[in-house]
């Protein structure tokens, strides 16, 4: 019997020794991390109920568009952040940038409200829709209504007087749109949505 009473101890002890081993490393690791505010007395607690504001997914944040800078890399340069061309078909191709994100009023959350969150990608959404434009294509290409659609009217004016290169100039287009070769004339994506 006072074997195990020794046993139970002993355990005990232990237990008591590794919850405060953990404590102590708990507030080293918070100390390290700690980030103060001027306007804020408490310092920021890794472990405590609130999230970084800088940390929020885009759900919770109100953020900018991303600047177009249309090609001036001198204007990018002195700005230090905005996009130089928007769209792209892989994820290499998609420049980032950083934008000035506000979080909603209604979300609590530690640091300022109003910060810069870089790798938002250079990409705009018009109304450009890729299955619509296809079938344009496919029952109206001979008319250039692809080409009216994705904003080329030089061009659709071109396949509209020509009937459409008397039907090469179709089949043509109908593989530079499946291949992602005919793309929208302002630089916009696919809209993503139907």
Not at 12 to 38: F, W
Not at 43 to 60: A, Q
Not at 63 to 77: Q, R, Y
Request: charged share 20%.
């Amino acid at each position: 019997m006072d074997l195990i009473l020794y046993l139970f101890m002993t355990m005990m002890l232990k237990l008591a020794y590794a919850i405060q081993a953990r404590s102590d490393r708990e507030q080293q690791v918070s100390g390290a991390v700690a980030l103060t505010r001027s306007d804020s007395a408490n310092n920021y607690r890794i472990w405590g109920p609130k999230v970084l504001c800088s940390m929020l997914p885009e759900d919770f944040l109100e953020c900018n568009k991303p600047i177009d800078h249309k090609d001036n890399k001198t204007a990018k340069e002195e700005k230090g952040y905005g996009c130089l061309k928007f769209g792209g078909l892989n994820y290499e191709d998609v420049e980032h940038t950083k934008v000035l994100c506000t979080v909603f009023s209604d979300i609590d959350c530690h640091g300022p409200r109003t910060f810069m969150r870089d790798g938002v990608p250079c990409i705009r959404y018009s109304e450009h829709y890729f299955l619509t434009t296809l079938l344009y294509s496919l029952l109206l290409g001979f008319l250039g209504m692809d080409r009216f659609c994705l904003g080329q009217t030089g061009t659709a004016v071109g396949k509209l007087l020509t009937l459409g290169g008397i039907g090469v100039w179709w089949v043509v287009d109908i593989i530079l749109l499946l291949t992602n070769r005919l793309t929208p004339e302002d630089g916009s994506n696919w809209n993503p949505y139907v």
